[in-house]
C-alpha cells in the first residue's frame, strides 16, 4: 500500500522553463513533507520541506505547495537548469513518527539545454 | 563540513554470508537513521536509533538484520544469512534532534549473488 505516490516516473523541460513535479499522499496523518533531490551514485539531499499549517514554502528556485484537502503536493523549479537533471523523491511524516519518513517512488527530472 | 558518510560503498558477497555496513553520521547529530532503497523505489525506513539506543525498529524486514550504536555516534547494520532479495542500496540518514530534517549518506550498495 503505497501512502506516498509520485504517478510520473519521469519529466523533460526545455531549460529556463518552469519544472513541475507531483506527489500525492493518502494518510490523513501526514503533516510533514519535504523534496529531496537524488543524483546517481549519491544519497538524496534534502531540497525543501513544508509543514502542514502552511500552504506554500519557498527557497530560491523552489517552492512547494500543499493542497490538504486533495491530499498534494507539487514542487516548482523556476526557471529549470540542466543541474537540476535528477530523481526527485516526495517524502512524509506523521505528527506520531515524525523521524519515519515515507518516501514515493521518484520522478526523473531532465532539463533539457 | 562533513556530511554522513558511509563504507563501504559498494559491498558484493554470497548467499548465506554475514555482512556489516558503516555509518558516521554528522558531528553532533543525535539522532540516526537507517532505511533500504530497492530498485525503482523510494527509501524505506528500517531503523532510527536516538543517542545509543534503537528507538524504532519496527521497519527491519526480519530478525537476520541488527544495527548498533554503542556510543552514540558511528553505527553498523548487521546482516545475517543474506539472502538475494537483500540485495539494495542501504541508506544512512542523521539529524541533529528527532523533529529535525535529515541528511543522507552516499549510500551502500549491496548485491548478493
Known amino acids: 500500500d503505497q501512502q506516498v505516490k509520485q504517478n510520473s516516473p519521469s519529466l523533460s523541460v526545455q531549460e529556463g522553463r518552469i519544472s513541475i513535479l507531483n506527489c500525492d499522499y493518502t494518510?490523513?496523518?501526514?503533516?510533514?513533507f519535504l523534496w529531496y533531490k537524488k543524483y546517481p551514485a549519491e544519497g538524496p539531499t534534502f531540497l525543501i520541506s513544508i509543514s502542514s499549517i502552511k500552504d506554500k514554502n519557498e527557497d530560491g528556485r523552489f517552492t512547494v505547495f500543499l493542497n490538504k484537502s486533495a491530499k498534494h503536493l507539487s514542487l516548482h523549479i523556476v526557471p529549470s537548469q540542466p543541474g537540476d537533471s535528477a530523481v526527485y523523491f516526495c517524502a512524509a511524516s506523521a505528527a506520531s513518527g515524525t523521524y519515519k519518513y515515507i518516501f514515493g517512488t521518484g520522478t526523473r527530472l531532465k532539463v533539457l539545454a | 563540513g562533513a556530511g554522513v558518510s558511509q563504507t563501504p560503498s559498494n559491498k558484493v558477497t554470497e548467499k548465506g554470508k554475514y555482512v556489516e555496513l558503516r555509518c558516521d553520521p554528522i558531528?553532533?547529530?543525535?539522532?540516526l537513521y537507517w532505511y533500504r532503497q530497492s530498485l525503482g523505489q523510494g527509501p524505506e525506513f528500517l531503523i532510527y536509533?536516538?543517542?545509543?539506543?534503537?528507538?524504532?525498529d519496527s521497519g527491519l524486514p526480519n530478525d537476520r538484520f541488527f544495527a548498533v550504536r554503542p556510543e552514540g555516534s558511528v553505527s553498523t547494520l548487521k546482516i545475517q544469512r543474506t539472502e538475494r532479495g537483500d540485495s539494495a542500496v542501504y541508506l544512512c540518514?542523521?539529524?541533529?534532534?528527532?523533529?529535525?530534517?535529515?541528511?543522507f549518506g552516499p549510500g551502500t550498495r549491496l548485491l548478493v549473488l
Open positions: 494518510n490523513s496523518m501526514f503533516d510533514y
Open positions: 558531528s553532533g547529530h543525535t539522532a
Open positions: 540518514a542523521s539529524s541533529l534532534g528527532v523533529q529535525e530534517t535529515q541528511y
Open positions: 536509533f536516538q543517542g545509543t539506543g534503537a528507538a524504532d
